[in-house]
């Protein structure tokens, strides 16, 4: 493992980072926020927004155990009934709670760099655990693209949005988005399912194709969401900065395609690996994923240059280097051995820089600061 520290003068930088973003939400402008504005009067000073930052994370970690329990990553099994609510219903406490961590932080004056990157860092991992609750809540199956419809929407959305922000320097949601409208369907389908079943998700609406369910369709429209999170990083960084930093964008990402692409290389040409063992490959895309967007994030926050690492590159060659061994045993071993190396570097990667962070800033995790310390 090679974390090097973060410059010092790297880390003064924290102190000129201010978030920016714009939410032309409809459900949030009209309803969530005004909403959120009358509840967090309710809740203690004393409550840390870091504490709810890491509530609304365990929402989904919670729901993730159900629907573990209920039939691991064998995409084409319903769940129960029982499930179904839970993860509607976490989805929608989760979604509440991302959002009323902000307005705590500004009521109690504990708007920091570090509850920035603590909100989105646990976004990232959010937006794993959704992936998979959502591909069980939708039964897209195992053997084609669907299987892997929800991950890349999910993954692929959040990612290019986050590295937007670091390019142009403000996060932008669109009238109707995945953080706001996106986790409100969750929410609604969940409890859909837990009331009527799952069984109106494997109907499907055209004769001709019987394997395209609407499960299988909704999930082909989170995949198309995320797709269009890159062209609207392209289209975006065109019109602000040029066709140069275009190029640069498509080189600045390369870490990031293999867990894009050596999936669905997997999915097309070694089905029955995927079939039978698609959790380990999605297991080691989603480490590179969050691994990689948490690099983008702090060097957002520290306004510092993102650059292709150790990490990545390790990630990277062993991935692709299974796409040429023919053993399937050996293919599963260096996988696992990939994903028990990315999650060790992963933990200790957000150790050290949480610590470094908060002692640069000089402020405590998940305790209400005393003064006043705005950013």
Known sequence: MCISPIAKNTLDNLTQYKYKYKNDSILYGHCMSPFLDKMVVFLPKTLAPNLITFCSLMCNIIAFYFSVNDGGFDFSLS????????????????????????????????????????????????????????????????DDFFSYSVFFGLLVGFYYMTYEDYKIGEMYFPPINGADEGNFAVFLIGVGCGIFGQDWLKIALFSSYPKLTIGKIIGGIIAVGGFSAVINLYIHTYKKKGCIENVK????????????????????????????????????????????????QIKMATIDTFKCNFMFFFSNIVLISTLFIKDYALVFYLLGFSAVFQLAELVVFIFFRAKEITDHLGIRIFVIEPHENKV
Not at 120 to 128: E, L, P, V
Not at 263 to 287: D, E, G, M, S
């Open 79 to 142: 769940l129960k009934r029982r499930t179904c609510y839970i993860i509607g219903f976490t989805q929608i406490f989760y979604s509440l709670l991302d959002n009323i961590d902000g307005k705590q932080a500004r009521r109690t004056g504990n708007s920091t760099p570090f509850g920035m990157l603590m909100d989105h860092g646990c976004d990232i991992f959010t937006n794993i655990f959704t992936a998979y609750n959502m591909s069980r809540l939708l039964i897209v199956g195992n």
């Open 249 to 296: 964008n498509f080189f600045d990402n390369m870490s990031f395609y293999s867990c894009i692409v050596v999936p669905l290389i997997y999915i097309y040409y070694r089905k029955v690996f995927y079939y039978n063992t698609k959790w380990i490959l999605i297991v080691n895309a989603c480490l590179i994923f969050a691994r990689v967007t948490l690099d983008v």
